[in-house]
């Protein structure tokens, strides 16, 4: 090999060890401020790291589709890792599938895929344990009342991904109603529940749910919603009846809009979670992974790495820890 042949030998080698890792982050969609803060938090971390994100999310909740078509562009870029909340968590596992046979590293934020071993990790709230704390909560803020509770079900999507089951679920088990088959919800016989709509997970969603089911029962007392933009908009269905002050709300999320709606009385409790975190571990992982192939392990006892849940209400009841709002406002989404 000549001399200016081993130059450009060099150059070349130097120039493929300094191309950055590349990565890509998947949301269900980019107006959702839950998934706003997620998307923040892996570019600063990617900053951080060096690391080339690449930013993907579907037209709505439930836009598997758009996902799919995600995953495929982003084998076909070299991308090292994939961080997706996934719209379906069924119908996403075979793009996931072919994404892991390539050699990516797949991580799932916050919705765990059915089988939660599709992806190679899952960073996210513990959401079984998110829909308990609020269903525990609105079970003794209601006392003797929840005996004889009508209480609405507001979920995501009809395809019922694993988050909104786990939810959902929970928020029954907290209260102490029978669930049925754990792994879907809506097949439960308590006389308690008016009925199950979905929402998308957004708030126009969250006010024609409620507006469907208040149809059905114009008493409604309690609102499980799966979400605070869903949790906002089952609020104006009630403000639009005269209601607004006879209801309780409860969801799940903890970002600072929802915080702020907990302090102003629209919501009684809401479980608080830490997507900018579950987005920043991902992008740690996948740099890890470039690096000398290490796989991020779950944590103890669990079949995922748990990134933490706190119950956020100015009402506590005895039992049952949580934090006051003005934490839940320094804490919102971190």
Known sequence: MTVAASVLAAGTGLAMAQEPVKACLITKTDTNPFFVKMREGATEK??????????FA???DGDNETQVAAIETCIANGAKGI?????????????VQQARDAGLLVIALDTPLDPVDAADMTFATDNFLAGEMIGKWAKESLGDKAEDAKIAMLNIDISQPSVDVLRNQGFLTGFGIDVGD???WGDEEDPRIV??????????????????????????????TVNEPAAAGAY??????????????????????GVANVEAGIIGATAQQYPLLMASKGIEAIAAFANDGTKPEASDGKNFFDTGVKLVTDSPVEGLDSIPVTEGKDLCWG
Do not use: M
Request: with cysteine.
């Open 83 to 95: 961080l997706i909340t996934p719209s379906n968590s069924s119908a996403i596992v075979g793009p």
């Open 236 to 257: 104006e269905a009630l403000k639009s009846v005269g209601r607004e002050g006879e209801v309780t709300i409860v969801s799940v999320d903890g970002g600072c809009p």
């Open 46 to 55: 990617a900053k951080e790291l060096g690391v080339e994100l690449s930013n």
């Open 195 to 224: 009925g199950h709509d979905v929402t998308q997970g957004n708030e126009e969603g969250g006010r024609k749910a409620l507006e469907n089911l208040l149809a059905q029962e114009p008493f409604i007392d309690l609102v499980y």
């Open 182 to 184: 754990p792994n879907k």
């Open 58 to 60: 579907g037209r709505i």
